[in-house]
């Protein structure tokens, strides 16, 4: 070991100490005595956050389904796949909300009072792109500010949130080159 290292200061916590505490509260699961966020604070959060997730993957979905025209099957296409993706950003929060104690809400009723986006539909392809890249857009915004919430108190769900905003960002830009397409 180089002479600037201590043995002590390896480890912060004392590894004995830590085996003791950890044994005594199993039945936390991965939540730890030392996780610095707001637990609850973060369920409440998350399941903003699948409502928002839950309802683009529906608006998506219809979308896909019902949308028509000269350029209609390709923007279908690419409507089914942000579905698709929005879908399983639904599984990564449900699961991040089971690792922290709670219980992902899926009930319909508490969807759109919990949702950053609306539901909104259109028989028009162009409404659709634009409801479409409105809803990705207040997601982006949204899951920015998530981040820095979540920062150094909870690390995990600040790089889920983070992975989730880069395809948020990335179905912003596809819809916007859609639009361009469309008006063009």
């Known amino acids: 070991m180089p002479p600037f290292i201590q043995p002590a200061q390896v480890f912060l916590t004392d590894v004995s100490s830590l085996r003791e505490r950890t044994r005594k509260h199993v039945e936390t699961g991965g939540m730890t005595l030392n996780y610095d966020g707001d637990v609850e604070a973060a369920i409440d959060i998350l399941q903003a956050v699948l409502a928002t997730e839950l309802v683009c993957f529906l608006r998506y979905t219809q ?65 659709m792109i634009t409801e479409n890249l409105v809803a990705e857009r207040i997601a982006v915004d949204h ?15 600040r790089r889920m949130i983070e992975q ?18 469309q008006n063009g």
């Open 63 to 127: 979308h896909s389904i019902v949308a028509r025209g000269i350029a209609g099957e390709a923007v279908k296409a690419e409507f089914a796949v942000h579905a698709q993706e929005e879908l399983a950003h639904v599984m990564l929060v449900s699961q991040r909300i089971c690792q922290l104690g709670g219980i992902p809400d899926f009930d319909p009723k508490n969807l759109l009072s919990r949702s950053a986006s609306n539901y909104e539909t259109a028989m028009d392809l162009v409404d």
């Open 143 to 157: 899951y920015r500010e998530l981040a820095r919430y979540f920062s150094q108190n909870d690390p995990t769900t």
């Open 164 to 181: 989730i905003l880069a395809v948020e960002e990335e179905h912003a830009c596809d819809m916007a080159d859609l639009l361009v397409r």
